[in-house]
């Protein structure tokens, strides 16, 4: 059975040639090229390749591989989150973010690439992302970077 490596090698062919709008349909995808994988697989590839959801022409979303700020490409998160994000709220050290159906993990990989200093990590659902930030006052500072980006 191929590994890792070959594994992510696909995954990243796959999304390139194909409409991948969900996790089971990567998952099939890759079931139909010889790899067994779990849905908890498919989301831990998700998030190691930087994938996020673009909207098509026709209003669906698929998976597209998230640019690097590295590249100077901040502009295209900052866009994501300009497209996704619903509202955020705090929770002491907690940030909770509401985005569009299907695109916290989008949003959420943009947060990660932006590399604020005051966020610890980030669990992403369909529409919600749970972000761990250092302190409650973090926690407002965020909120105000991420308010001015978004401007």
Do not use: W
Not at 110 to 116: G, I, Q, R, S, Y
């Amino acid at each position: 059975m191929p590994g890792r490596k070959q594994r992510l090698q696909a995954i990243r062919s796959i999304i390139e040639s194909s409409v991948i709008e969900t996790q089971e349909d990567l998952a099939k995808a890759l079931t139909n090229t010889g790899y067994q994988v779990t849905q908890a697989t498919v989301s831990r590839d998700i998030r190691e390749l930087g994938l996020g959801k673009v909207r098509l022409p026709d209003g669906r979303q698929k998976y597209a591989v998230m640019s690097s700020t590295e590249h100077g490409e901040t502009d295209r998160f900052v866009r994501v989150m300009k497209e996704a994000l619903i509202s955020m709220d705090q929770a002491q050290n907690i940030l909770v973010i509401k985005t569009v159906s299907g695109m916290a993990m989008a949003v959420a990989t943009a947060l990660d690439a932006l590399k604020f200093h005051e966020v610890v990590g980030c669990i992403a659902g369909d529409d919600t992302i749970m972000v761990a930030v250092r302190t409650v006052d973090d926690t407002t500072r965020l909120i105000a970077k991420i308010q001015a980006l978004l401007r």
